[in-house]
């Protein structure tokens, strides 16, 4: 059935209340701005990578997604009749999200590329899979990696969703990286955009990119 513009714009406000208010249950936090440091970063690449500059965070916090529930409207409808997923959906996205955000961000300098990689496969897509082992392997990072010793701990928190489609996601997630190396132990956060795609195999992650180059 086609809407009007009047009930578009009613049903769009009605859909941001509910996903703020499915927020509650699905985030445990939020994190705050910055980036992780390339040099503890297992990428250098500006779409598929930490950048070089970071703030400091509290630390990295668990991620736990609860399941997600109907949210009624004041008029007895759930807004699930209207969005292209289910609550089911958005779970099972979230989920596959976060356990990527942890594969993502927790490495060692002792992993070469294909015992990171194999952390990924089936969290990410074949597309997306070969850009991350180039980013992890680049000459520079993997030197500086190494050099120091470096070892990261890490993991994500979903901030909110920036958009969605008829099987896809796109979610704001804080990645947090803790950072022990020969040099000073470094915490850091930024936000970031995940996108995650729905297959018969489930959800997986095709690309991320920072949050801030999606608003540009």
Do not use: C
Not at 35 to 61: I, L
Not at 76 to 90: N, V
Not at 98 to 109: G, I, K
């Amino acid at each position: 059935m086609e809407l009007t513009t009047g009930q578009q714009r009613l049903l769009f406000f009605v859909v941001v209340l509910a996903l703020a208010g499915l927020g509650f249950y699905l985030l445990d936090g939020r994190g705050s701005g910055g980036s992780p440091g390339a040099a503890s970063s297992p990428s250098a690449t500006a779409s598929s990578a930490p950048s070089a500059t970071g703030t400091a965070s509290a630390g990295v916090p668990p991620a736990t997604v609860p399941a997600a529930t109907p949210v009624s409207t004041a008029g007895g409808a759930e807004i699930y009749q209207w969005l292209p997923f289910t609550p089911d959906d958005l779970s099972a996205a979230a989920k596959t999200t976060l356990e990527f955000a942890t594969a993502y961000t927790t490495w060692s300098y002792t992993e070469d590329t294909t015992a990171y990689a194999a952390k990924l496969n089936g969290l990410v897509t074949s597309d997306e899979l070969p850009v991350l082992e180039s980013a992890y392997a680049t000459q520079g990072v993997a030197a500086q990696r190494t050099g120091q010793k470096q070892v990261s701990k890490g993991s994500g928190t979903i901030d909110s969703i920036r958009s969605f489609a008829a099987g896809t996601i796109t979610f704001l997630v804080t990645l947090n990286q803790q950072v022990t190396s020969t040099q000073p132990t470094s915490t850091q956060s930024g936000q970031w955009a995940v996108t995650v795609l729905s297959s018969a195999g489930g959800w997986q992650v095709n690309d991320i990119e920072l949050a801030k180059l999606g608003n540009s």
